[in-house]
């Protein structure tokens, strides 16, 4: 199978569950709201009153220097992490209040979380789907269907933790994909990738975002985020320094431009000249 046609069969078998996954309470509210977040560590607040607005059908890009907060706002507003103060909702649920439906409406794709890599990458994916409360039909139909779409299907049969730092990201994209949800969150979900599999990635979000779904991406990589985001959020020692339309954020200049002029670019006065001697 090609990666068109895989891709096409992946759309049939994930994607055309998106819509049907509403219920009143998520069919008009925001994909993910984030309200007042603080959490500190050893006395210091790494996320301070941080709140923010996610609206559904949406690719939403969050950048900022490294510690800023972003990994673990992102930590609280998908239950992985118990805030301090504030709360999360996802599609209209909240995520400490109503944690099982708030979860089964969301796929997460999180940095450094331990997985069970002794596990080959089929038995991964089947144990993920039927924990997701699938039934084995189709758990097996989305596992074929995602592991030849990313790649992996000719190495289904090894360890996970014998797979390369690209594979291990492409399965556990796979594991946050294959109960369908409404909205993803990826931590850096294309680092470490090659170039042929990252298109194949973003073929299939764009593909998903039309459906209905939403995408949250936390990043370095500012090209990533202006060239795929709708909109982007800026944060800086765990606050929302700006967030709206990729447009509205840059206000005329580039990612990278605006960027540097709200968080700030650190002078390094270290003196390298003995390298060139």
Known sequence: MNSTASLESMDDE???TVDENNDDASAAAPALVMQELAKSYSGRWVVQGLSLTIPRGSCYGIVGPNGAGKTTALSMATGLLRPEQGSASVL???VWRDPNTAKSKMGVLA????????????????YVGLIRGLDADTVEQRTNSLLETLGLADAEGKLVTDYSAGMTKKILLACALIHAPQLLILDEPLEAVDPVSAQTIRDFLTEYVKRGGTVVISSHVMELVEGFCTHVAIIAEGQVRAAGTLDEVRAGGTLTQ?????????????????LNQ
């Open 14 to 16: 994930v994607l055309k």
């Open 92 to 94: 209209g649920h909240d």
């Open 111 to 126: 940095d450094g979380l331990p997985t069970f890599d002794r596990l080959t990458g089929r038995e991964l994916l089947t």
């Open 258 to 274: 605006r960027f540097i002029e709200i968080v700030g670019a650190e002078a390094h006065q270290g003196d390298l000249s003995w």
